[in-house]
């Protein structure tokens, strides 16, 4: 199967900042890598799809790229409301896999 | 509006079984690639089962494979998965999803979830 590993695991930010995470995938996968956002207690929200498409309804400030095998997500002004738990997932190859998560916190 | 809602979770003995329902609305099931992921407690996400529009075309995780099985009731709009010889590893919330069109590994719709205990 195919890993992704996510980086960092955690970390704080504070409203405003712009952020970056990191995604790696153990072989290639085309652009077939997707972008998600949890809240606590809360089901996923896609974010972005195809490594760089903003989903229908997603504010502009979110944004994802692609370099080889090494996918990024970037929040460019963080709001409160972003403060969540982020997970990569690759839907190139069967099993589709999942990143273990970084999880944004308030500084 | 597009909306899954699933059913049937609870708490099962090891070995038991247990048939989870999702009832979409807003959307044709046949139509659409759907999945199910599941989510271990304090865990990240997993996926476990896709079928496409035609149902020969289903994939299941190696640890479920031969174990769970993918359906679906057109008539009734409803995809359901049906869990067999249950471990404790498969205790997990389940997320029925829909797949976006294009790329049926991109889940844009997710339901609530309903919550599996596997436990004696």
């Known amino acids: 199967a195919i890993r992704l590993a996510q980086s960092p695991s955690s970390f704080s930010a504070s409203p405003g900042d712009r952020v970056t995470f990191t995604c790696r995938a153990s072989q290639p996968v085309s652009s077939f890598l997707a972008w998600y956002q949890q809240k606590a207690g809360k089901a996923p929200k896609l974010l972005i799809y195809a490594a760089s498409s903003l989903q229908s309804g997603v504010p502009s400030r979110f944004s994802g790229s692609k370099s080889g095998t090494e996918f990024t997500l970037t929040i460019s002004g963080l709001q409160s409301e972003d403060f969540a738990t982020y997970y990569c997932?690759?839907?190139?190859?069967?099993?589709?896999?999942f990143g273990q998560g970084t999880q944004v916190e308030i500084k | 509006e597009v909306q899954l809602l699933e059913s049937g979770g609870g708490l099962v003995q090891p070995g038991g079984s247990l048939r989870l329902s999702c009832a979409a609305s807003g959307f044709s099931l046949s139509s659409h690639a759907m999945s199910w992921v599941r989510q271990a407690p304090g865990r990240g996400l997993e996926w476990v089962s896709a079928?496409?529009?035609?149902?020969?075309?289903?994939y299941y995780e190696d640890s479920v494979k031969g174990r769970f099985t993918i359906s679906r009731d057109s008539s009734k709009n409803t995809l359901f998965l049906d869990m067999n010889s249950l471990r404790a590893e498969d205790t997990a919330i389940y997320y029925c999803v829909k797949g976006i069109m294009g790329g049926p590994g991109a889940f844009e719709t997710w339901g609530p979830g309903t919550t599996v205990t596997v436990s004696s």
């Open positions: 079928i496409y529009k035609t149902e020969s075309s289903t």
């Open positions: 997932q690759q839907y190139y190859t069967y099993p589709w896999t």
